[in-house]
């Protein structure tokens, strides 16, 4: 699986959009770009994936370059309940998830 | 409600006894893993299953067993637990083996081995 490359911390004001990068510049063709989060030391919680096309859903919106070697996550209006650690994550079909450190979005009043 | 259940969700015991953890999910998934989370070595993959009686290792599967003959459970059984297992365990599954659908994960067992 490719690997991803995140920054390891990243504010954002409340009320604000969090945009959370992400790096993987050796992605391949079948490989899926996913996002999870984890508060504290919940289970992880999917938010959202994608092949090349952006996406959206109730939670957040992923945007993919058109080379594919990055993308970034968008939650469009950040709450203090938002705080968590993002994951961004390449995977095929071998469906073997490969969490890296992620990003530790930290929301702010 | 869809879910991921483990059981127990904390547990202290001592090393050698051994323990169980299960998982049940109830969404008819194929697809079920076990994690473990440490500080600074984040999710690493200790076994999975694509399917009922397919069992296979994944990053770190040393000192741990599963079984896998319902769809809905897939314990995690560590025969003679050593304090180097002390973790955050987690349980996920998905609908399928394909890449495209997304895990879901139990809420975590936190195990000390003393």
């Known amino acids: 699986d490719a690997k991803t490359t995140q920054p390891p911390s990243m504010d954002c004001a409340e009320g604000r959009a969090a945009n959370l990068p992400c790096n993987h510049s050796?992605?391949?063709?079948?490989?899926?770009v996913y996002w999870y989060r984890q508060i504290h030391s919940q289970g992880p919680q999917y938010i959202i994936h994608?092949?090349?096309n952006n996406e959206t859903n109730e939670m957040a919106s992923l945007i993919i370059t058109e080379d594919r070697k990055s993308s970034t996550l968008i939650l469009p209006h950040a709450t203090l309940r938002d705080t968590a650690v993002y994951y961004c994550?390449?995977?095929?079909?071998?469906?073997?998830?490969?969490f890296g450190a992620g990003t530790r979005l930290t929301v702010k009043p | 409600e869809a879910q991921v259940t483990q059981n127990p969700r904390y547990l202290i015991t001592v090393t050698g006894k051994k323990l169980t953890v299960t998982c049940s999910q109830n969404m008819n998934h194929e697809y079920m893993s076990w994690y473990r989370q440490d500080p600074g070595l984040g999710l690493r993959q200790i076994y999975y299953s694509m399917n009922v009686e397919v069992t296979d290792k994944g990053d770190v599967p040393e000192g741990y067993k599963v079984s896998r003959k319902e769809k809905r459970n897939f314990p995690l059984i560590l025969e003679s637990p050593s304090p180097n297992q002390t973790s955050l365990y987690f349980c996920?599954?998905?609908?399928?083996?394909?890449?495209?659908?997304?895990?879901?994960f139990g809420d975590g067992t936190r195990l000390s081995i003393l």
């Open positions: 050796t992605i391949s063709g079948n490989e899926y």
């Open positions: 996920a599954s998905s609908l399928t083996v394909l890449g495209n659908q997304p895990q879901h």
């Open positions: 994550i390449v995977k095929d079909n071998n469906n073997d998830m490969r």
């Open positions: 994608g092949l090349k």
